[in-house]
């Protein structure tokens, strides 16, 4: 019973009629891909799409339509930073999706982003681009502007990157440009400055 | 050819052209609407110039998306999207494109085609065609190219060759574009593409299509309008060029800077793009094929200064740090301002990551 109670207090899973996505309460101390540990203050809802097999992790606050926060941990080198679509015409092969290969400086990780949030036909403008620490290395941090193709809306959004032993780690945030960004992002400083590489 | 009355609202081609208005007030309301006057009046007077009779009821909208599309809806809304704006080398092309939607127009296909769909989706997809957001992924760089019924197609393609053709243009223009549009196609589409639509089996293939265009356009030759193109776009290639580079299709994006370079070897801005396509794709053989396109761009009176900074970048992979240095210093002395400036002067500094 204490399980079952346990279970149904700490882990909040809604499975949404029709699609498949499952929204999981994630707090305290959690770990991406089994190798970049992040200790959380405050709750964050962790999002797995139907048939999710994307290589990152997606966490909301707001919701996915508002702002999303996306974790890759020990991404090898050759892997793509999202799934190829699946429905591909007959007899034809699937789109590029951005790659992340050795020995990408850090300007090219940031070219690897602004693709990834173009990808849909979205506009995109990097802004301020600098050197970082991201989970304990070196790396880059990263600024930029999305105007979502789906509906118009502008986003604010930012990027940390960082390489150890040929596989990255990143996170990237979007919020709408009014209200949301300025509010949560924040609360993502404080899970990025946590972030640390675990082996 | 008389003009087209509204429809009464409770018909379905007027419920249609309600759907279509209140579209047409999202666009203009849309971040994405291009607003440059100058540009949107050559592109309307060329509508006008083809459809005649029927200009007073067009109204062209420029939307800013790399891909190949322009749509006609009935209520007169025309859509031009910039990806056909970058990938159309003169005026005569572009009067096909519109000559070909025109035509759909003309001949009211969204009406038959909306009576024809078999099921909502089949309506849904066929009005995503017209939104602002159109169907993107999916399609590819052809997006929207495949709305309509092959006999439709058909009929639309005569009759923009009709009118291109009674407004002074050189009809093989229109075989051209496909002809352009194939090497793109066969990216994702395979060496074959061609002899089969790349959408929809029961669409002509882009080859037959090109050399029914070529019949069609017979011997005649007409006006190219290849400078007054190139005025009116001129002020946002470079930003085309860069919504190109972002969609991550390099090889596709090759293709058409490939066909750019050869029209125009010394042009600036497309051996930028093509030497920051290589540089990114960053494959065995790519860096010194970049660093020669760059090297070439900024060799030009009118290199973009981007191209400065993506030559101390290839250097800088090449470990070459005193040429590096040297294009990173003329990129951040041309952009004092540039938001990556910060990271240009740690490599300046020589720091790693």
């Known amino acids: ?199 | 050819m008389q003009r087209f009355a509204r429809p009464s609202l409770d018909t379905d081609e007027g419920g249609l052209w309600a759907m279509m208005d209140r579209e047409e007030t999202r666009l203009r309301r849309s971040p994405f609407l291009l607003r440059d006057k100058a540009l949107t009046q050559y592109v309307q007077d060329l509508a006008c110039r083809l459809g005649g009779d029927h200009c007073p009821d067009i109204r062209v909208h420029i939307v800013r998306t790399p891909l190949f599309n322009a749509n006609m809806a009935p209520n007169g809304m025309m859509q031009v999207w910039t990806g056909l704006l970058l990938r159309v080398e003169n005026e005569a092309q572009l009067a096909a494109v519109l000559g070909h939607e025109i035509g759909h127009y003309l001949e009211r296909h969204s009406t038959e085609r909306m009576r024809d769909a078999k099921s909502r989706l089949a309506f849904a997809q066929f009005m995503g065609l017209f939104g602002v957001v159109g169907a993107l992924g999916q399609l590819g760089v052809l997006a929207g190219a495949f709305a309509f019924s092959r006999e439709h197609e058909t009929r639309a393609d005569r009759l923009g060759m009709q009118l291109m053709q009674r407004a002074g243009y050189e009809g093989q223009q229109a075989a051209q574009v496909w002809e352009n549009l194939l090497g793109e196609l066969k990216i994702t589409g395979g060496e074959d593409v061609g002899k089969r639509s790349p959408m929809m089996a029961t669409h002509p293939p882009v080859e037959t299509r090109r050399s029914d265009l070529l019949q069609l356009a017979g011997e005649g030759g007409g006006k190219l309008g290849v400078a007054e193109f190139r005025s009116v776009t001129a002020a946002h290639r470079m930003d085309w060029l860069q919504d190109e580079i972002k969609r991550g299709q390099f090889e596709e994006s090759l293709v058409l800077f490939n066909r750019m370079l050869a029209a125009q070897p010394e042009d600036a801005q497309a051996l930028f793009a093509r030497g920051e396509i290589f540089r990114q794709r960053a494959g065995a053989a790519d860096l010194p094929k970049s660093l020669a396109d760059l090297t070439a761009s900024v060799a030009q009176e009118a290199a973009p200064v981007q191209a400065y900074r993506s030559l101390g970048l290839v250097h800088r992979q090449l470990s070459d740090t005193t040429q590096a240095n040297q294009a990173f210093e003329k990129y951040l002395s041309l952009a004092p301002d540039a938001s990556d400036a910060n990271l240009i002067k740690n490599y300046i500094s020589g720091a790693t990551l």
Do not use: H
Request: aromatic letters at 8%; hydrophobic letters at 45%; proline letters at 7%.
């Open chain 1, 1 to 199: 019973m204490n399980f079952l109670k346990s279970l149904f207090v700490s882990v909040v899973v809604l499975v949404l009629v029709g699609c498949g996505t499952t929204i999981v309460k994630v707090d305290g101390d959690q770990v991406v891909n089994g190798r970049m540990r992040v200790s959380l203050s405050e709750a964050w809802n962790k999002v797995t799409p139907a048939g999710g097999n994307q290589p990152y992790e997606v966490w909301t606050q707001e919701g996915m339509a508002l702002d999303q926060l996306r974790l890759w941990a020990a991404l090898p080198a050759g892997s793509n930073l999202v799934a190829p679509p699946k429905n591909v015409p007959s007899g034809q092969t699937a789109p590029r999706v951005p790659t992340f290969t050795a020995g990408m400086q850090p300007d090219q990780l940031v070219n690897l982003f602004e693709v990834l949030y173009a990808i849909d036909g979205s506009m995109v403008s990097i802004g301020k681009v600098e050197p970082t620490v991201f989970a304990g290395e070196r790396g880059v941090r990263f600024e930029f502007a999305v105007t979502r193709k789906l509906d118009g809306v502008q986003l604010s959004g930012v990027g940390w990157a960082a390489v150890r032993k040929n596989e990255l780690y990143a996170a990237s945030f979007v919020a709408p440009r009014l209200a949301f960004f300025p509010r949560l992002a924040p609360k993502v400083e404080r899970v990025v400055q946590s972030a640390l590489i675990q082996g």
